[in-house]
């Protein structure tokens, strides 16, 4: 039986305040220290943090939040969407046993590179890894100006040390990594987009060009991505970590950029789905729709055929669930 006594913090991306009360009633019975982030709230519900940020840098959510949120006791904070269900068999009683998840250790579902697999291939290889937020990546201390955030970061060689410690390389990043595979234009419009991507690639970020290489860029800092909708984050580190996530919001950085990076930054050890006894269940397109016809949209009835050897199963719109 597990000693620890978490914290859960439910992060929602937007202002949906008929959903606290249906969410507390699904993880009260398991969670007694419950947190909400609530965009603009403006009610008295004592368990709500209002904060104020975009949902694209809801990691600036836990900065804002940290104060409140944070307390001596808890030994780790438990950090889930609004539109994301946990295992109902999971608790804080035993949520570190039934993940695996050992003392002092983080959890992340997955950390993947900017770069990916195939990036020593052709830049318009289709093998190759490409994320359309990986052009923030690039414009790292670019996309928002007006803060002072250098000095509060580690240094380039300082965050490469740090990535290296969990097996971690940063590898220059091709065409293809930023805008997809080149292809023939089909018509005018990507013709000229094409032209304008060639044009930023080469043009632009020339001075960042590897050198012997100019089909490769290097990155300004080393970022990496990964699904943020669950995070596990131990005591020791919660402060370091949410503070570097509030940096990463003033700087513009896109959510699951941030997260991942201040996590690699803040700890030695994180447990993903690799290794994980219990693994993530991310929906898209179609699957959303066959999941909510297989149950009718019947929260109970999900719940009780939940696989047990998942973790959680995002999204579920509570607005549309019985």
Wanted: hydrophobic share 35%.
């Amino acid at each position: 039986m597990s000693t620890y006594n978490p914290c859960l913090v439910i992060i929602f991306n937007h202002k949906y305040d008929k959903n606290i009360s249906r969410l507390e009633e699904l993880y009260s019975p398991r969670f007694k220290n419950i947190y909400f982030l609530v965009p603009f709230y403006t009610g008295d519900n004592p368990r709500v943090i209002p904060v104020y940020e975009s949902s694209y840098y809801f990691q600036g959510y836990l900065a804002q939040g940290y104060t409140t949120f944070y307390r001596p006791e808890f030994t780790h904070y438990f950090f889930i969407g609004d539109d994301l269900i946990i295992n109902p068999a999971l608790n804080e009683a035993n949520y570190a046993e039934l993940l695996g998840l050992e003392e002092g250790a983080a959890y992340l579902s997955e950390i993947l590179t900017l770069h990916g697999p195939g990036d020593e291939l052709d830049p318009t290889s289709p093998t190759q890894r490409f994320w359309s937020h990986t052009i923030e990546g690039i414009n790292f201390y670019g996309n928002r100006l007006g803060s002072e955030t250098k000095h509060e970061i580690p240094s380039y060689e300082e965050a490469i040390q740090r990535f290296a410690a969990h097996g971690i390389e940063i590898k220059p990043l091709s065409y293809g990594n930023i805008f997809g595979p080149l292809t023939v234009p089909r018509s005018v419009d990507q013709t000229i987009k094409t032209v304008r991507n060639l044009w930023t690639y080469y043009r632009s970020w020339r001075h960042r060009k590897v050198r012997g290489n100019k089909h490769q860029l290097q990155l300004q800092y080393p970022l990496v991505f990964g699904y943020s909708d669950v995070i596990i984050i131990p005591s020791q580190i919660v402060q370091n970590f949410c503070h570097l996530c509030g940096v990463f919001a003033a700087m513009g950085l896109f959510v699951e950029m941030a997260i991942p990076t201040a996590l690699l930054l803040s700890t030695t050890t994180i447990l993903t789905d690799k290794n994980s006894k219990l693994k993530g269940k991310p929906l898209w397109g179609n699957d959303i729709t066959k999941l909510e016809e297989e149950y009718n949209l019947d929260m109970e009835a999900m719940l009780a055929d939940f696989p047990k050897t998942q973790l959680f199963c995002h999204p579920v719109k509570l607005s549309r669930w019985k």
